[in-house]
């Protein structure tokens, strides 16, 4: 954890510009009345211009739209690690060290599968810590020893060794997979269990205070997916093997009962004082639903809420940052979304109700 | 063609053998097929059946994957499909149904448990899985549909040759063998009645004859006593 001076002013004014060029949720009305031509055209003349000149030569369609999107989150993410210092910058980079995953993740498939160099790198999203230069070796790899190897001076290279025995012996990348995702939700707030109590339900006062609720409900909920897919899929698998450390909603040994009753996990989620209120809509159709989607769904719209609050309680701290990094996400999910949607032909109403979360 | 047997009673013989045997295989292959078309309409409904699975699977799979695709990026879902290397594996026996050889196809490793698909359960969504499952589903109706179908077609194909076969029989064989038959045995009662009728003219000429030479005799015998008369009363100027 880096304790330079942190700069939350200068990076909060930056980002508010760039606030500022978000689409607004009358875009979205239009481009849901879009087919995926006229999308790719609005976009090109909105910020995400560039991208798409860039792109449009490579790729059509959807594809581009996608891959337009992807290029230009990394570039806003990449942005705000390099006018980000100190505190600020290590608090930032925790979670966009998703991308991280992302990329060790995509790069090592890649590698296994013998899929060309050229075609994984239009699949990384560089957006994270890891600077190009390790990515672009880690492409060049011929097996995922080489890949492992590479990115020994990552925060991952651990996590990444331990579970290559595994990986050796079952020649499954499930291992290194959970490996690398349990390393970015323990280092998400790691550190940060000094600052605040993390047993509290409920939330404490300060911007950081604020964050770690928002990473505390980031690794609940994926605590809960993974409990309720788990319990769903009926498979032999240790419920503590997926476990995340630090959040507040279940410990070890809770998931590890509960996951063995699927009614009575739904009731202890619904029974928690941070989340049963907000997600209490969604659970009730979990209960009556076969498919846990409108459950993640929701997930999503909760975690989204947190976003708003954010950055309108403490405008010029951490907290405005990653609500700023949050809505970024939330635009590319919906155009996304809406591109994708009209390609297989859903109607405005079903992309409306089941994608695009406003 | 009749023309072309030979009306000789061995050819009779051997087309009586043949028409008996012809009957014979007419009745089994008739039983035959409509055994297979009893069996070709079992297998029809299962197959319709099938198909209105695999058509259904079809239509679930390709939604599943369009929202996993909306909501999660076609990059991510090819990601995690790229995580798996193994691939399911097919193993066919085969088993008989009234003599048409139909394969029994076996499949293992197509239905996955979660930590068996490859991608880790930590960083993905429960829309990856159900995609994942509705494909898992759509691959064990398009096995079972491959192995009804192709039960299906050799049904079809071997009803379509036993019903050739039968008409064959019905159709082309047998009434041949049966004018064959008809046209040695003409041919042979033709023969009798041109021996009897030969055989009548010989007796006829033969009694013509005997008769003749008895008659030749007789007059032979008439002309005897007149000679020797004439032999004793001698030459009067000798």
Do not use: C
Not at chain 1, 223 to 233: M, P, V
Not at chain 1, 261 to 283: C, M, N, P, Q, T
């Amino acid at each position: 954890m880096s304790f330079g001076a942190s700069n939350p002013e200068y990076v909060n004014g930056r980002v508010r510009s760039r606030r500022a060029s978000l689409f607004a949720d009358e875009d979205y009305r239009k481009l849901i009345r879009m087919g995926p031509s006229g999308i790719a055209r609005f976009m090109e003349e909105s910020e995400y211009e560039r991208e798409i000149n860039q792109l449009g030569t490579r790729f059509s369609g959807v594809d581009l739209i996608e891959y337009a999107l992807n290029q230009n989150l990394a570039k806003h993410f990449d942005d705000l690690l390099d006018w980000s210092e100190g505190r600020l910058y290590d608090l930032i980079a925790r979670y966009l060290r998703k991308f991280d995953v992302w990329n060790i993740k995509t790069i090592i498939r890649g590698v296994y599968t013998d899929t060309p160099a050229d075609e994984i790198e239009t699949d990384l999203i560089r957006a994270g810590e890891i600077d190009d230069a390790t990515l672009d070796r880690a492409l060049e790899a011929d097996t995922v020893e080489d890949v492992v190897e590479i990115f020994n001076r990552t925060i991952f290279h651990d996590a990444l060794e331990s579970a290559y025995e595994e990986y050796e012996e079952s020649g499954a990348l499930v291992p290194l997979e959970n490996a690398l995702d349990r390393e970015f939700y323990e280092r998400l707030i790691e550190d940060l269990s000094g600052s605040y109590d993390l047993s509290f339900t409920e939330p404490q006062s300060g911007p950081e205070a604020l964050y770690v609720e928002f990473l505390q409900a980031e690794i609940d909920f994926r605590n809960a997916r993974n409990a309720l897919r788990l319990a769903r899929s009926g498979a032999d698998l240790e419920p503590t093997e997926y476990y995340i450390e630090g959040g507040v909603l279940f410990d070890r040994s809770e998931l590890s009962r509960l996951v063995t009753d699927y009614d009575e996990l739904v009731d202890h989620i619904a029974e928690s004082k941070r989340y049963g209120d907000r997600l209490s809509s969604a659970l009730t159709r979990l209960r009556e639903a076969e498919s846990l989607i409108q459950f993640e769904h929701a997930l999503d719209a909760a975690l989204l809420e947190y976003s708003d609050t954010l950055s309108s309680i403490y405008p010029v701290s951490v907290s405005a940052v990653l609500s700023y990094i949050l809505a970024k996400e939330r635009e590319v999910e919906n155009i996304r979304a809406i591109a994708r949607g009209r390609e297989v032909g859903l109607s405005e109403s079903e992309i409306e109700e089941e994608l695009v979360i406003l | 063609m009749a023309e072309d047997v030979k009306p000789t009673r061995k050819n009779l013989m051997e087309i009586e053998d043949r028409i008996d045997l012809s009957e014979r295989g007419h009745g089994t292959l008739e039983k035959k097929r409509d055994g297979l078309i009893m069996e070709f309409m079992d297998i029809l409904d299962k197959a319709q059946d099938v198909r209105g699975e695999l058509s259904d699977d079809y239509e679930e799979a390709q939604k599943k994957i369009n929202m996993a695709r909306a909501m999660e990026g076609d990059v991510a879902v090819r990601g995690a499909a790229a995580a798996l290397q193994e691939h399911p594996e097919i193993t066919t026996e085969s088993k008989n149904i009234m003599g048409v050889v139909v394969p029994q196809i076996e499949s293992s490793r197509v239905s996955k448990s979660l930590d068996e698909r490859g991608y880790g359960i930590m960083g993905t969504s429960a829309r990856i899985d159900e995609a994942a499952e509705a494909y898992e589903d759509l691959l064990e109706s398009i096995i079972l549909a491959a192995e009804v179908e192709t039960a299906m077609k050799k049904m079809l194909r071997e009803i379509e040759t036993t019903k050739r076969r039968v008409n064959a029989l019905e159709f082309k064989l047998l009434p041949e063998l049966y004018e064959n038959q008809e046209y040695i045995e003409q041919k042979l009662e033709e023969q009798e009645r041109e021996e009897t009728f030969r055989l009548k003219k010989i007796k006829e000429k033969k009694e013509q004859e005997e008769r003749e030479e008895r008659e030749a005799e007789a007059d032979a015998a008439a002309d005897e006593p007149e000679m020797e008369q004439a032999t004793a009363g001698g030459v009067p100027g000798n």
